[in-house]
């Protein structure tokens, strides 16, 4: 086993400043002033000026014009934010569709997919409980690679052993999941299944945005609303085109047909709205520049995590390294559930701070208990992450 938390002198890390940098600031000041205290990204992020624009600005054309003339003038933003985003999984455009959430996009990708009833699949212990509902309503049957460590990160090696030993039809890997901030080695297990022959299919709801993406899998897919901050009910899947040539998608799901199995996964009636307001997120992404991003989240994370950790009895459950801006928190020893739960309704409604109480059935192999889960953005202060270490010694 290994540690589970790095010592703080080892990491760098002390309970010190998180100066604003340009890329806080602006980020900040290209959204509306928040009403609350807002350390909630992982489940919704805060959209821009510019997102709401592009989605307002469309309904009103959908109203003057129609909605079907509406979306044909719309259609140039939306290959745009189509090819944005397919770039961010090294993918090109036409590899990737648009659904309305990362959920919609595994249901859809497996319903093509037709694997036969019974077939093998490997997820990590982290799998998202939801995906794990949706696996086994297909007849397949879940196995579990557990992490190597308490915090429970993949080991590439483990999984190459595993691949070896007994090779599953399909291996589904959470970049990383919804309960903790743990980030997945998600390229090199990628490259594991690939070098066994073993397709591969990448859940990035959470990780698009704190981890570069640009993997060489199967499948990815996720979510607009999260990390990218665009706007809710709009989803993204990306297929390799290997696996799209074996997919058989229902014909007549969409304007795609047989020669075009991948766009025929593409939801045809949808909020295009919120696709074009996902293409103005994702621009704003890529001028932000996604190292950047990735660099400032870690290092939101490590603060948030030095400043938090202990106060009260909350402990964090990741490294203080851990290249994420997610910090989950377990409850002081001998509280349960319920104690979580309690924790987050008197965050919002006391102290105006907005958390998520993350239950056990987000990760039904890995976590046997809930966690309070902060999810800053680029745009947070070092004051709200003082606010929430006062706030959190209250609870
Ligand atoms: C949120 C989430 C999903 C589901 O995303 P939806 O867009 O709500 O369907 C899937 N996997 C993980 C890890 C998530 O955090």
Redesign the pocket.
């Known amino acids: 086993m290994l540690p589970v938390r790095s010592s703080p002198s080892t990491a760098g890390l002390t309970r010190g400043a998180l100066p604003d940098s340009d890329l806080a600031i602006r980020w900040r000041s290209a959204r509306p002033p928040a009403e609350l205290v807002h350390l909630d990204s992982?489940?919704a992020a805060r959209s821009s000026h510019a997102v709401l624009d592009a989605v307002t600005a469309h309904l009103g054309r959908e109203s003057r014009l129609g909605g079907y003339v509406a979306a044909e003038a719309a259609r140039p933003a939306i290959q745009a934010g189509r090819a944005a985003l397919a770039g961010l999984f090294g993918r090109q455009p036409e590899d990737l569709v648009f659904v309305?959430?990362?959920?919609?996009?595994?249901t859809a990708l497996l319903a093509a997919w037709r694997l036969s009833a019974g077939s093998r699949v490997l997820v990590g212990g982290g799998e998202?409980g939801?995906?794990l509902t949706l696996l086994a309503s297909v007849g397949v049957r879940v196995e579990v690679l557990p992490g190597c460590d308490d915090a429970g990160h993949l080991d590439p090696v483990a999984l190459a052993g595993r691949l070896a030993e007994d090779p599953p039809e399909l291996v589904h890997l959470?970049?990383?999941?919804?309960h903790r901030g743990v980030v997945q080695p998600v390229r090199e297990l990628a490259s594991v299944c690939r070098a066994a022959g073993v397709p591969v299919v990448v859940?990035a709801?959470?990780?698009l945005g704190p981890v570069d993406c640009r993997v060489d899998a199967d499948a990815i897919y996720?979510?607009?609303?999260?990390w990218l901050g665009g706007p809710r009910g709009v989803?993204f899947l990306a297929v390799a085109p290997e696996l799209a040539a074996r997919l058989r998608p229902a014909r007549g799901a969409s304007s795609g047909g047989a020669d075009a199995p991948v766009a025929a996964l593409e939801s045809r009636e949808a909020f295009v709205a919120g696709r074009v307001g996902l293409a103005v997120a994702v621009a704003e992404h890529l001028a932000a520049g996604p190292e950047r991003i990735r660099d400032r989240l870690t290092e939101i994370g490590a603060h948030t995590r030095a400043a938090i950790d202990g106060v009260g009895g909350w402990s964090v459950v990741e490294p203080w390294d851990e290249p994420s801006a997610t910090t989950t928190l377990r409850p002081p020893t001998g509280s349960g559930d319920q104690r979580v739960a309690q924790a987050c309704h008197d965050l919002l409604t006391r102290h105006r701070i907005l958390v998520t109480a993350a239950g056990p059935d987000?990760a039904p192999r890995e976590a046997s208990a809930a966690t309070l889960r902060v999810s800053p953005h680029l745009d947070v202060s070092a004051g709200e992450i003082d606010a929430l270490a006062a706030a959190l010694a209250t609870c």
């Open positions: 992982a489940a309305e959430s990362a959920s919609a996009a595994l998202f939801p995906n959470c970049a990383m999941g919804s859940d709801a959470q990780a996720g979510t607009s609303r999260k989803g987000r």
